[in-house]
């Protein structure tokens, strides 16, 4: 409670005007990192508690065409085939088309059929949870708030005609703040390329044009930038969002990580 009080201390001595506002208070948090009171990756999570704030679903949510999917009459078998590919937990289950969107199934419920060997057809109406409906323009930290409350972690976006127009999840919101989360797609960061069993290539987005040239037996021009990252965000013309793809010289880039102001990881296939 003692070192409690006098870090406490600390950071007041060390603000000399009291912040009055956004600017000011991040002013002062960058004030106190210089002096010692903590270190980078804890003024980033402040700061990003304080932009989320301003943040709303629409900034980070998954487009509506990107989203992996379940129907609701697919076969067990095809629907393991879809969860083992994608890697998610839970999904969203459509009837007649996206728009049309009938609940949450959670890749673990369909673990505990198989374990009970049941004979029976799958259901999956008996199976899903309800699926929770928000709109683009909520603010991030009223969702995060929902979600601890409700205890969901997914949520559908609809635009302002009532059509789907993405998902987001309760990581996608917390990485706001955090940083990224460890996942499937997570590599050695001194690695820039790494093969899976696929076929694709999960690559760093800062791997030198020259390095991917060599690796791909490709022509890439390194004249005007020296990474993928700045040759993908010529390409796309803006800071594409996660799940964003792109096609150049016969490769497929997929956007896998991303965050407000650069391009992260990203999955390589040819075409």
Known sequence: MNFIKNWLYRIRRNLSVEPRTKEQLLNS?????????????????LEGALQMSEQHVRDVMIPRSHMVVLEIHDSPENLVKIIVESGHSRF???????????????AKDLL??????????L????????????PESKRLNVLLREFRASRNHMAIIVDEYSGVAGLVTI??????????????????DQVFINPRKDGSCIILALTPIKEFNEYFKTDFSDEEFDTISGLLLQAFGHLPKRGEKIELNSFNFEVIRTDSRRINLLRVKSC
Do not use: C, W
């Open 171 to 188: 990581e996608d919101v917390i990485e706001q703040i955090i940083g990224d989360i460890d996942d499937e797609h997570d590599i050695d």
């Open 123 to 134: 259901d999956m109406r008996d199976m899903m949870r309800p699926a929770i409906f928000i």
């Open 29 to 45: 948090l960058h004030n106190a990192k210089r002096h010692n009171l903590f270190n980078a990756e804890t003024l980033g999570m």
């Open 92 to 106: 969203p289950v459509i009837g007649d088309n996206r728009d049309d969107i009938q609940g949450i199934f959670l």
């Open 112 to 121: 505990d059929y198989y374990t009970k060997g049941s004979d029976a057809q």
